[in-house]
């Protein structure tokens, strides 16, 4: 019998607590021997024994693309003709949204997840990982409402802001559903699918914009508000059947509905017995250490380090440029590319970040994530100060060549990003937390990242924009510097 298949001679944690009160020193040795298994586990026999964590994982980052579609929607319909003269004023000939529009326009995204985020890690450890995304995707359907009829930047704003609320939270239950269903051996690569989501929702909106952005009425920009409603029922039709997180059912003492959660989400080769035990250890283990449970415990002396690099691993994630995709279908459009191939450049920008995830996979498997993540920051760096450079070309209106260049540059740009500090940052904040404070610790860091989001939501727009700094390309000279501090 192999080491992954059950171990008939191990009692059961449950009944040795409930029945026969084992000793907290016979829990530790089966909690060793699951963690000694968990470890030799190779990415392939995790595919095998756990394919049930994989789907559900899968199916609780459905949240994240919405959180992604809405404001990547938001940056394409800037260069929608229809949006822009419905909602945007004249200027030397053309139409467009002005600057403080777009910032107040942009500010759901950031400002939802600042108080999304910190406000799920409640109902989070209250009602579980379940319910509360639950809830959250009822109330993203409703708001979804108000952009659909929205004919005004007032209602619109109004829908954006109270909708990113709830979209604020699918970035904190998505990573830690994921790092707490799934073993070591897929984690990193189910953390980082994450950005995978990102990806997809971000191209999802600009494949739905390049289709209906030639309609010349309101359905321009009204069918891919609609489209938004795809998701929630999705979700809400599988939802009833998801197993809740088997962690937080052994914080709260529901040890038999624990064992249960993971026998769905596993392979019957594997011995959730021992499993189990080891959750109970760990539990013991940080209560002992008095890692804690609120947000205050995150910055304790236990867990002050672990936040830090949560922190900044995910911060690092803006000042790389990363809202700049959100404008990519604008970027192109102001570079010099007609509307039909600025929205196809966005595209197919956006289409090879999907690639860099997908192999980003393969080198969180082979490499430590430190290594990717340093790397992957030096070659963004470069790339920026590159396009900076070309920007500053004489005559640059007038050369088609180095327009094209910039585009690529910043296609180039995006691929790197998704091989390296995209997914990687989702692995590392996952694993440097303590289990109990996990929630929070994502919380923390997402709210951190969506602080300094907002900072780049005000600024873009007033340093894209014509009628404002009008910095093309040059802004890749803001962002490398940015990065190479």
Known sequence: MGKLEQHADFASPIDNVSVNNVSVKEIGNDARLATEIEHQMTFMEGLRLYPASIGWSAFFSLGVIMTAFDPQLLGSLYATPAFQKDFGYLFEGSYIISAPWQTGLGMGNPIGQVIGALAAGYPMEWYGRKWTFATCVVATAAFIFMQFFARSLEV?????????LILGTYTTIAPTYASEVCPIALRG????????????????????IAGSSQLDNHWAYSTPFAI????????????????????????????????????????????????????????????????????WDVFNKVNRRRTEI?????????FSGIYLVGYAAYFFQLAGLDGAKAFN?????????????????????K???????????????????????LDCAPNYENRP????????????????????????????????????????????????????????TVAIPYMINPDQANMRGKMGFFFGKHLSV
Request: proline share 2%; aromatic share 10%; charged share 15%.
């Open 156 to 164: 619109l704003i109004a829908g954006e802001l109270i909708g990113g």
């Open 310 to 318: 949560a922190v900044a691993v995910f911060t690092t994630q803006v």
């Open 345 to 365: 450049m966005s595209v197919g920008y956006l289409a090879l970040g999907f690639v860099g995830t997908c192999l980003s996979w393969i080198l969180i498997s």
């Open 228 to 295: 938004q409603w795809l998701w929630p029922l999705i979700i809400l039709i599988g939802i009833p059947f998801a197993p809740e997180s088997p962690w937080w059912l052994v914080r709260n003492n529901r040890l038999e509905e624990a064992e249960k959660s993971l026998n769905r989400l596993s392979s019957h080769k594997v011995d959730n017995k021992l499993v189990l035990a080891m959750m109970i250890e760990t539990d013991r283990l940080e209560l002992e250490m008095e890692t804690g449970t609120t947000y």
């Open 189 to 208: 690569h189910l953390t980082a699918y994450i950005n995978l989501c990102f990806v997809m929702g971000q191209l999802l909106a600009n494949g739905v």
């Open 367 to 389: 490499f430590g994530r430190r290594r990717i993540y340093n790397i992957g920051l030096a070659v963004l760096t470069v790339i920026m100060f590159i396009i900076g450079i």
């Open 401 to 456: 060549a180095i327009i094209w260049a910039q585009s690529a540059l910043m296609i180039i740009w995006n691929g790197v990003f998704d091989i390296s500090i995209g997914p990687v940052c989702y692995v590392i904040f996952c694993e440097v937390s303590a289990t109990k404070v996990r929630t929070k610790t994502i919380a923390v860091a997402t709210a951190a990242q969506a602080l300094v989001g907002i900072v780049m």
